[in-house]
């Protein structure tokens, strides 16, 4: 953890959890964010869908929903950065307040359902230009009723201005959204998506797909099967949980929403250990959920992962999380005689 923020979290974490947020955003645009040496070792570099990631942390979506701050947050460390998600209009969300910490158990339950400032503006702020990778994460109005035009329209606006782009129907906070996990669905919104993308970039861009942790046999199955046929080239897994664990101590875990943090690692690396086995290793995935250390980001590669995201331990642990756990995970693959972040990818399903 870095020193200053040892100092300044104890006090934002006095605030309401979407008022530290909001703070640390505009305290991060404005610069007055220490910047960390970066810590990049040659054998956390890692080239996957002709980008060249520095190292394979990143910042998952719902951080920097509006892309006010990757720049800023690349320089904490961040081998990329994922903006959103954000829909074709602008959305306030739902009712504050809708972040909650569950500090006992170091966990997050969010239930904001995609505020966020609308697919123009946040075109305008990627097109300014991008000091490392930026992904962007869509999806779709509330108030639409028709989600596949939604989709194509942000991945048309946003896609000449990102380096890959993430289909989320995965998110608990919109309703309906995660019936589009299903084998037609899928189908009827990754094609017409992955057109518009070949139309309006110069070169295709990536295109994943966001799953959620809660998903029967039957689920996984068949999203690997769309996944292989449709030829996607990776798989983010996982969203938040809307489970609620009996460990949880938190008076606030039976609020409505996603849980992340700490009880999501387990479940959603055993998804990405399934989707990698159901894939056959063939689709990159990230692996995303309750990641706070070198040993889970390495937990995650070994179970499958290319790469790792991380969001609610920011919150308590401060950027200086991102240079700490890179530091940890060249150790690890040390030790275990591994070269390379890559050699290391689906370790676990071979030994
Ligand atoms: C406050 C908050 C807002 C989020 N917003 C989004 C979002 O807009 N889109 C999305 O795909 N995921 C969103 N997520 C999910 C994260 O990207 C991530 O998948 C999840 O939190 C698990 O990772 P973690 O345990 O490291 O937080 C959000 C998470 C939190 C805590």
Known sequence: MSGWYDCIGPFLRLL??????????????????????????ACLRISLWGLDFPNPIGLSAGFDKNAEVFTPMLAQGFGFVEVGSVTPRPQLGNAKPRIFRLSEDE???????????????????????????????????????????????????????????????????????????????????????REVM??????????????????????????????????????????????????????RRNEMGGLSGRPLFSPSTEVLRDMYRLTEGKIPLIGVGGVASGWDAYAKIRAGASLVQLYSFLVYQGPGLVNQINQELVKLLFKDGFASVTEAIGSDHRS
Do not use: C, W
């Open 16 to 41: 309401d959890p979407e008022a530290a947020h909001r703070m640390g955003i505009r305290a991060l645009a404005a610069g007055l964010v220490p910047q960390p040496e970066r810590y990049d070792d």
């Open 198 to 251: 070949n139309r309006v970039a110069s070169q295709s861009q990536p295109l994943l797909l966001n799953i959620a942790p809660d998903l029967t046999e039957e689920d996984k199955a068949d999203i690997a099967a769309v996944a292989l046929e449709l030829n996607l080239d990776g798989l983010i897994a996982t969203n938040t949980t809307i489970e609620r664990p009996d460990t949880l101590k938190s008076k």
């Open 107 to 193: 966990a997050v339950i969010n239930r904001l359902g995609f505020n966020n400032e609308g697919m123009h503006k946040v075109a305008e702020r990627l097109s300014q230009g991008r000091l490392g990778i930026v992904g962007a994460n869509l999806g779709k109005n509330k108030e639409s009723t028709d989600a596949i035009a939604d989709y194509v329209a942000v991945a048309e606006t946003l896609a000449p201005f990102a380096d890959y782009v993430v289909v989320n129907v995965s998110s608990p906070n919109t309703p309906g959204l995660r019936a589009l996990q299903g084998k037609e669905p899928l189908k009827a919104l990754l094609g017409p998506v």
